[in-house]
């Protein structure tokens, strides 16, 4: 069966900081991968999402960017990090349909 | 803007009462329809999908869409307290691979 792992579960990190989020997916192939974001009280908001390794389409221009080195793998990123960033974080594949554990991250 | 519009609630209905959430979409395009059950502080389980107009039963479960009116809702029967989340609407469809997410309706099933 097909199942997805996202890490960390939760994170704080200071303003100004990077950050380094990972998803992998297991018991597939050449999956879509996307990136949600949830703000506190607020629907999901794509992010991100890749069709294929290297192949990335943002949906949001922000201070965010993501990357797919392998198949199965999708990384979200960011350079330095702003108090907006702060949300809740979900990795999913198959046109969204299936969702990791999300991480919760709070920037202070 | 293609939108999936929610009520926010609290929907409270007692134990063993059908429970009925609706939403409503925008894009005429969007083809298939998600339901989501979201419990705080956990990411999204998708509950089932329907994308032909009508009912879809699974379980407790039934999804009821009208591409006409651009109406889909999501029945709950015998609600449990277990139920209690908040639910979430999605469309897919209409150019790309990817859904829009409603806000979100909360659920309350009371004892």
């Known amino acids: 069966s097909q199942t997805i792992h996202q890490w960390p579960a939760t994170l704080v990190q200071p303003v100004g900081s990077p950050l380094s989020l990972e998803c992998t997916v297991e018991g597939t192939s050449n999956p879509n991968l996307y990136w949600y974001r949830q703000a506190a009280g607020r629907g999901l908001q794509l992010l991100f999402y890749s069709v294929g390794i290297g192949q990335i389409s943002s949906e949001v221009p922000q201070n965010l960017s993501a990357s797919r080195p392998q198949d199965r793998q999708f990384i979200l990123s960011s350079k330095k990090l702003l108090l907006s960033d702060s949300g809740f974080y979900l990795c999913a594949w198959s046109e969204g349909a299936f969702f990791g554990q999300g991480t919760r991250l709070t920037v202070v | 803007q293609k939108e999936v519009e929610q009520n926010s609630g609290p929907l409270s209905v007692p134990e063993g009462a059908i429970a009925s959430l609706n939403c409503t979409y925008s894009d005429r395009g969007s083809q298939s329809f998600f339901w989501y059950r979201q419990y705080s502080g956990k990411s999204p389980e998708l509950i089932m999908f329907?994308?032909?107009?009508g009912d879809k039963e699974d379980g407790r479960f039934t999804a009821q869409l009208n591409k006409a009116s651009q109406y889909v809702s999501l029945l709950i029967r015998d609600s449990q307290p277990s139920d209690s989340a908040t639910y979430l609407c999605a469309s897919s469809g209409g150019g790309g691979n990817k859904l829009t997410f409603g806000t979100g309706t909360q659920l309350k099933v009371e004892l």
């Open positions: 329907i994308y032909s107009n």
